[in-house]
């Protein structure tokens, strides 16, 4: 298969998944919402949440998460929203301007998602624009879900190195950085199969303590701090998998 009918194929499959997240969603708010959100994720993946208690309730906070499935991003904002009810988060965008993400979460009910939704452009990934917004918020106090990794992942596993969106925020705010990981979402719902949904797995949400990336805002930011701080952030989150398969087989520097 050639590399543009490949292209065209995940395209299609992607396509596919905006009308499931709708359905899916429209079905869960009209039979109880967050009521049956969680009951029936328990019952169909054994969703499991571990370290919830780590989630800050109230102050500046930055939320690093992994993307394995939108499924999975889904259950994480949900958990995080029951904590911080005012959480933003960046979600795709296509050229197009259509975001599954934005489709799911208006399906279910979600209210004033337009001044919390902060887009990342596919292909191009956050744009200043909306970096800036996130600063802003974070300097007010308030709470952003970021996926560190810029893109749904490939093959499964937690990528090396992480875009450089979240470490920018960090610190040009101070703002400390909860990591959040999951396992099992891209069994369900791999990237490029995204026209079928397993209905059947075992999910896992572990929340790690928040950490100081910087005690202070750096103005001035190099090259190198961003790479440090991008290390700090990987490693955090990579010490919450059960083993270091789910992390990328790239050896991150020492």
């Known amino acids: 298969m050639s590399a543009r009918n490949s292209m065209a194929r995940l395209t299609d499959s992607e396509e596919h998944s905006r009308p499931r997240l709708a359905l899916l969603a429209r079905l869960v708010n009209r039979l109880g ?12 993946y054994r969703l499991t949440i571990e ?60 209210t004033n998602l337009e001044e919390r939704y902060l887009r990342a452009y596919k292909a191009r990934g956050l744009s200043a624009g909306e970096l800036l917004r996130a600063r802003e918020v974070l300097r007010q106090g308030g709470a952003i879900i970021v996926g560190v990794e810029g893109e749904l992942t490939w093959d499964g596993r937690f990528q090396y190195p992480l875009a450089p969106g979240a470490a920018w925020l960090t610190l040009r705010t101070g703002a400390p950085v ?20 397993r209905l059947t797995g075992r999910i896992t949400i572990r929340v790690g303590q928040p950490l100081t990336v910087c005690d202070t805002p750096i103005t001035r930011l190099t090259e190198e701090a ?17 083993s270091p398969s789910f992390a990328s087989p790239a050896d991150p520097p020492d």
Not at 67 to 76: G, N, P, R, W
Not at 226 to 235: C, D, F, P, V, Y
Request: net charge negative.
């Open 33 to 44: 919402g967050d009521r049956l959100y969680f009951p029936l994720a328990r019952l169909l």
């Open 51 to 110: 370290g919830e208690h780590y989630i800050p309730d109230v102050g500046a906070c930055l939320f690093a998460i992994n993307h394995e499935s939108l499924m999975t991003d889904a259950l994480v904002y949900r958990v995080i929203r029951r904590h911080r009810p005012d959480v933003c988060l960046f979600g795709w965008q296509n050229l197009r301007g259509e975001s599954p993400m934005y489709d799911f979460l208006s399906h279910f009910g979600e």
């Open 178 to 197: 909860a990591p959040i990981v999951t396992t099992g979402g891209y069994d369900m719902w791999p990237r490029w199969q995204m026209d079928k949904l």
């Open 226 to 242: 961003l790479e440090a701080a991008n290390q700090r952030i990987w490693e955090a989150m990579a010490a919450l998998f059960p």
